[in-house]
């Protein structure tokens, strides 16, 4: 079935530091959601990319969708102490099932 | 309300003992999840309602699991004769359709605790 796998698993980040997440898909993709757990809370939604190549940005965060919509990234520049949590990649399994990835926990060293 | 809501927060039982555990989804939801995440894990999906449809139970890991949704609102997920291995945060999530275009909101977790 279709998998998504999350690249780093963990990454430890200097404040100020840019950093990348990878996200991969077994399958296509209709879309690809992003979201954020900080440390003892839940998974919130960050974004949602569509289109092929599509690029969002929310402030400091920058994501991608691939062109064969099969990966995604999120970029970080200058991370700061807020961007601490884990970050979830998914992609529909199917109409209604979301595949959620393993996850990237950032931690930041000030 | 104005986000999911589930309860218990917090949960210690003894092994062998029943748990509920209750979510009340976002008004207007039409869509229902559960999901498990254990300690440094990822989202383990285990059940998903949509109006209503025949429940997907496809992701409970046992028969000692089981999910209903009253009048198409409020979901139970009980588990019976709780093992250690069931201790995890349990994740209700709603969403307003089934479309997997639409956002999933994720409630506050109850983190069960198997002793």
């Known amino acids: 079935g279709q998998q998504v796998m999350q690249i780093p698993q963990y990454q430890h980040v200097q404040e100020g530091e840019d950093f990348t997440t990878y996200c991969n898909s077994s399958t296509t993709l209709s879309n690809i959601q992003w979201y954020k757990q900080r440390p003892g809370g839940h998974p919130v939604f960050l974004i949602q990319l569509v289109k092929s190549g599509e690029v969002k940005k929310q402030k400091r965060l920058t994501f991608q969708f691939g062109e064969a919509k099969k990966n995604s990234s999120l970029h970080i520049t200058a991370t700061q102490t807020t961007d601490v949590g884990t970050y979830f990649c998914?992609?529909?399994?199917?109409?209604?099932?979301?595949?959620f990835g393993a996850g990237t926990t950032v931690t930041v060293r000030a | 309300g104005a986000g999911v809501s589930q309860s218990p927060s917090n949960k210690v039982t003894e092994k062998g003992k029943d748990v509920e555990l209750r979510c009340d989804p976002i008004?207007?939801?039409?869509?229902l999840y559960w999901y498990r995440q254990s300690l440094g894990q990822g989202l383990e999906f285990l059940i998903y309602?949509?109006?209503?449809?025949?429940?997907?139970k496809s992701g409970l890991p046992s028969d000692r699991f089981s999910a209903e949704r009253t009048g198409g609102s409020v979901s139970t997920l009980t588990i019976q004769r709780t093992q250690q291995e069931d201790s995890a945060v349990y994740l209700c999530?709603?969403?307003?359709?089934?479309?997997?275009?639409?956002?999933?909101?994720f409630g506050e977790g109850s983190w069960l605790t198997v002793v």
């Open positions: 998914a992609g529909p399994r199917n109409d209604y099932k979301l595949s």
């Open positions: 008004s207007g939801h039409t869509a």
């Open positions: 999530a709603s969403r307003l359709q089934g479309s997997s275009g639409n956002t999933i909101y």
């Open positions: 309602f949509q109006g209503n449809s025949a429940p997907d």
